[in-house]
Structure formats: C-alpha cells, structure tokens
C-alpha cells in the first residue's frame, strides 16, 4: 500500500476554481491508477475522475469538461483542478490509490482502490 495525503481543499464561490493536490508516499514502485472520490453529507461516496499510470482518464458526467485529473510520476503526485465549481460539488475529497497490472487500466469502483488519503472539505458556496 502507499500512504496518500491531500491538501487544496477549502472555500470557493460557485464559478470559482481549486485545485486538490494528493502526494503518495511508501511503496510507490507500482502500477498504480489514482483515483479521486468525494462523499457529500447524507450521501454515497462516488468517483469522480480517475488517472492510469499511462495517462488514460475517466470522468464522472457530472464533472466532465469541468473537472481535470493528471499526475505527475515522478514526483510521486495527483491532482485535481476543479473549475466552474457547483454548490453540488461541496463535499469532501478522498485521493484514492489501486494496483494495476497493466499501465492503462483504470478503476471505477471504490473497493478495487486499496489506500485511501484523510479527505479534504470542498464548500461552494452559491
């Protein structure tokens, strides 16, 4: 397993923009596909964009042409820039890490992600 922070979080006015950084630590020598979820109050947790170790994306609807996830391997780091924020986008942010076998596969589903970051709190505010 890695060990994931996030950090990046925190106040925006709706139209407004941040961006969620997650820096992986441990044994980081491994195909990973990184993941980014968020769970709102009252609600299930769900994906919202995922990256593969080559580069290949996926994005939820609700977040797409909006929402853009990239990494840099180098450095050990995920991110997420997040533009034209909802108030619906208020919730808070896991960074999530899975082992891959291939350099292109991506997970859509939590349980195929086995190392998950404390979360950070987004609040858009209308």
């Known amino acids: 397993q890695v060990q994931l922070v996030e950090s990046g979080g925190g106040l925006a006015q709706a139209g407004g923009s941040l961006r969620l950084s997650c820096a992986a630590s441990g044994r980081t020598g491994r195909m990973y596909v990184m993941g980014w979820f968020r769970q709102a109050p009252g609600k299930e947790r769900e994906l919202v964009a995922c990256?593969?170790?080559?580069?290949?994306?996926y994005y939820a609807d609700s977040v797409n042409f909006r929402f853009t996830i990239s990494r840099d391997n180098a450095k050990n780091m995920a991110y997420l820039q997040m533009n034209v924020l909802k108030p619906e986008d208020t919730a808070t942010y896991y960074c999530?890490?899975?082992?891959?076998?291939?350099?292109?596969?991506?997970?859509?589903?939590?349980?195929?992600?086995?190392?998950w970051g404390q979360g950070t709190q987004v609040t858009v505010s209308s």
């Open positions: 990256i593969a170790s080559d580069g290949r994306v």
């Open positions: 999530a890490a899975g082992v891959t076998e291939r350099s292109s596969q991506i997970y859509t589903i939590s349980d195929m992600y086995e190392s």
